[in-house]
Structure formats: C-alpha cells, structure tokens
C-alpha cells in the first residue's frame, strides 16, 4: 500500500503532458506484449494443425472455445506466413530477413498507437468528419503504404534485372564458351557479381543453389516465378530445350541475348513514339489555353465595358 501511495503521489505531480504521454507508453508496451502473446499462440495453432491436432475439442469451456474464435479471426488479420513474408521481401530485394516476421505486428501496432494518441490529443475537440479523415489518412501510411513500398520495390528489381539479363546472357556465354558448364558458370558469376551487384548476384546465387537441389530445370522453372518476365521467360525456355535436346548452348545464348536487346529497344522505340501524344495534353493545358486566354482576354473586357 504505501509503494501504491507513493507511486499515486509522484504521478499527480507530473503535468497533464507527461501523464498522458508516460500512459501511451504504459499502452503501447501492453498492446505490443498482447500482439506477441498472441503471435506465438497462433503459430502453436497453426503447428497444431499441421500436425493433425484438433484445437477445437468439445470439452472446451465457453470462454475457452471463445478465445479459440478470438485467436482464428486474429489469424486473418495480425498473423502472416513467415515464409510467405520472407518471400515478400525477397522479391523485393530486401535479402536480410531477419525482421520480416515482426513487419505485421509492428504495423498494426503503430496504427493503433497513433488512433490512440490522435483520440486523445485532438479526437474529443475535432468534428467526427475530421476524426474520420485523419483515421484514414493514417490507416493508409501504416497499413497500406510498408505494402505498396515492397510492390513498388519488387516491380523495380524485376524490371532491373530484366534490363540485365542481356549482359548475364552474355557473361554466361562466355564461361561455357571457355569450357565451363551451365552450373559452373552460374556459380562463378554468382560470386564474382556480388561486388557489382547484390541483387542479380543473389538470383545467381539461388538459381545455383536450387539446381543442386532439385536439378537445374527446376530451378529455372523457380527463376521464372521469381521474375515473371517475358525476358525470363524467353532465356528458361531457351535454358530448357537446350538442355533436354543436347543444341549448342553458345550459340543459343548468344542469340537469346541479342534477340532480348532487339526486343528492349523495341519496346523502348513504342515509348518514345507515344511520347509525343502523351506531351500534348501538357501542352494544350498549360501553353496554348493560356495563350488563347491572353490573346483574347482584352477584346472580351472592352466588349464588357
């Protein structure tokens, strides 16, 4: 009791401010002890179910089978595969995935804080309409803008080393030109581009490690679901009729690499050509509306005059 006396003293002696704020932290350390209890009961769930245990047993009680019905629901909407997260942020060429599995929690934890706060600061004086806005607003940089970043990112590193694969085509070429084989080659540029470039030095790196495993045409069959591109595309296809049908994989390459070039610099030649329409609405709005504007804006006020 008197521990309890003294704690109640020293906070009444703090100013408003430092109540609330020390309050917030009080929550966010209970919200995000929650989230991680949580967390760790769904995956003892989900290692339940992979291994045929069933968790919903009869002989629950009614709050056990409720906080059953708590924790699938949660499932939905807090917990994420970890190897589907790690994926995610492979793809977006974020090798170190050491963090990926708290990216959820830590999202929908920032979200709830910054409710909280906002409610308490200005919720009680703002009208429901800016309450709502501002709820919105910040439900679009938590939630949803950490997903559009790693789309944005992923669609930039498949564009990238789609804009690559000509010179790796070429690289590779040349290493079985000069005798080494399709898996020798992969891993020797693999380790030699890491000082150029991480991210086309990794998919070397896990084209070389899946071939090892299952083969290389399965292994291409992953390249190409890691980087879906038409240029990929084309150089797993050429891979794998070489490799089933013994051709000569120089030649092959070579002219794959060429014929990816070819097809860059006409899509590149599509770009430039509609380049010219696309400046014409720029042009009408900020320009020649002006100019009209200018040119007939003194007739106009004499006529009203």
């Known amino acids: ?59 629950q009680s009614p709050l056990q089978r409720s906080v059953t019905l708590v924790t699938k629901t949660a499932e939905n909407v807090l917990m994420t595969d970890e190897q589907e997260m790690k994926d995610k942020w492979i793809a977006a060429g974020l090798y170190d995935t050491r963090l990926s599995k708290y990216f959820a929690p830590i999202k929908y934890g920032l979200f709830l804080l910054g ?18 806005m501002a709820i919105a607003v910040w439900l679009s940089l938590t939630i949803v803008g950490p997903d559009f970043y ?30 080494m084989t399709i898996e020798s080659s992969v891993r020797y540029l693999s380790q030699e581009l890491s000082l150029f470039d991480k991210d086309l030095s990794y998919l070397l790196s896990r084209l070389n490690d899946k071939a090892k495993i299952v083969g290389m045409e399965l292994a291409l069959d992953d390249l190409y679901e890691f980087v879906p591109t038409p240029e990929f595309r084309s150089f797993v296809m050429t891979l794998k009729q070489s490799l ?28 430039i050509g509609k380049l010219g329409a696309k400046m014409s609405i720029p042009l009408i709005l900020f320009v020649m509306m002006p100019v009209v504007i200018l040119v007939a804006a003194p007739g106009v006020m004499r006529m009203l005059s």
């Open 244 to 271: 089933k049908y013994g051709a000569s994989i120089y030649t092959i390459l070579v002219t794959l690499a060429e014929d990816i070039r070819q097809e860059q610099m006409l899509i590149l030649e599509e770009r």
């Open 150 to 179: 790693l789309n944005a990112k992923r669609n930039a590193l498949k564009k990238k080393l789609s804009g690559l694969l000509p010179y790796t085509t070429d690289l590779i070429a040349i290493c079985v030109q000069s005798g």
């Open 1 to 59: 009791m008197i521990m309890i006396d003294v704690a109640m003293t020293t906070l009444s002696q703090l100013s408003p401010r430092a109540q609330l704020t020390l309050m917030l932290c009080l929550l966010f350390t209970g919200v995000i002890l929650m989230m991680v209890m949580t967390v760790n009961l769904l995956r003892r769930n989900q290692q339940l179910s992979r291994a045929g245990i069933d968790i919903t047993r009869s002989d």
């Open 115 to 132: 409710v909280l706060g906002y409610y308490l600061y200005y919720g009680k004086e703002a009208e429901l309409p800016t309450n709502v």
